[in-house]
């Protein structure tokens, strides 16, 4: 696999904070001291690193050419976010309910146009960066795991608010070291740590759409899409001796292995699919979808939820654009997806693919992980 080529020197004290600064952010990402839908201290390391990117560059967001009609189409996005919140504000003469969804969509619009420029300064230099930085995060949330008692087959949180955090956040970095692997070369011993990582991560979480789409994202990776075939060979043995190595210990380690606490309650989790009140489409919200067309096309905007007779958001990423943004929102949002899948002829569509499916009963789309793997797959080559 052809190594890319640096755009930029990366060894002036001004880039190498700029990197320092981005790695920072995928480090500390999953750590939560904050509750739920308020900036993190990730969040005040990515303003950082807007101002000094900013104080740093004579043009501000550079893009290429061929992905200016993407940025249009994503400004249109988060401008029709804006004006649907700003109106809905306004006609409920409410003052708190909608104004931070907007912000978040604002900042992590401005977080893919940043991931943008910062392909187009540092290229490979950028995804090593992203490769390391998503290993590190990883080891040090599984440390913490093992010394918070993991194991125990209880959910999990590590460092966030709720374990379903947790399971997407494996999801995220998991596609972030795929990704990453088809476009540098990496050290085959650390991506199997990182998604080794990421795999007990994830378990844990007992996120039932987490799990599911992160073995689909797996094993779409391993057998379809690797281009690396030399890597790819090497990857499929490791897994086999370890899988032939987890056979033996299940058979011979006397039932520790099928009595473990962990695998008993992800066994559990996966047989409950289907069977759990929340498992249902008006449990997740999407009877919303029927139930009001009046706001089928220009949308609801995000708050103030009473008027679905609930006080909770739609649980789908893609639903609840519909709801809240209409049919215009989530068509934009469709069109951004289409534009970064063609963009690298559809070699990374397996990854948005299965980030979507945990959207099914998920709203991920307020995560800055899953912009910053947008940035980086609309300039991927």
Known sequence: MKKLENHRDSTTFQDRLILFLYSLFIILTPFYFWK?????????????????????????????IDLKPLVRIGSFFVAHIVIV?????????????????????????????????????????????TFKSTVASLVVQFIMYVGGGGFSGGRMVVGFNNPNQLGYYALLMA?????????????????????????????????KAAIVSFF?????????????????????????????????????????????????AVQRRIMSIGHDSDDSLEGRGYDRIWKHPEYWIFGAGEGEYYRFGVGMEFHSTLGNLQVSYGILGLGLFLIMLFLIMRHDRYQNAYIILFLMMYGLTHNGIRNTLLWILLGLLATSE
């Not at 303003?47 to 900013?54: C, D, G, N, P």
């Not at 309910?97 to 943008?116: E, G």
């Not at 070291?177 to 990582?197: D, P, Q, T, Y």
Request: glycine share 4%; proline share 3%.
């Open 216 to 264: 689909g994202l797996v094993v779409s990776h391993i057998i379809l899409q690797h281009p690396n075939k030399q890597f790819k060979r090497r990857l499929i043995l490791v897994l086999l001796l370890l899988s032939v190595a987890g056979v033996i210990i299940w058979q011979y380690s006397g039932g520790l292995l099928v009595s473990n606490p962990l695998i008993s």
């Open 175 to 207: 596609s972030l070291l795929m990704f990453s692997s088809k476009r540098v070369k990496v050290k085959l011993h650390w991506f199997v740590i990182g998604i080794l990582a990421s795999t007990i991560l994830c378990l844990a979480s007992l996120s």
């Open 85 to 129: 919140n700003a109106v809905w504000t306004l006609l409920l003469g409410s003052t708190s309910s909608f104004w931070l969804s907007t912000v978040f969509y604002i900042y992590n619009f401005l977080v893919f146009l940043l991931i943008i420029s910062l392909s187009c300064d540092y290229r490979s230099r950028l995804i090593e960066v």
């Open 36 to 64: 739920s839908g308020l900036p993190q201290v990730a969040d005040i390391i990515m303003v950082v690193l807007f101002l000094v990117y900013i104080l740093s560059h004579k043009a501000v967001f550079r893009r290429p």
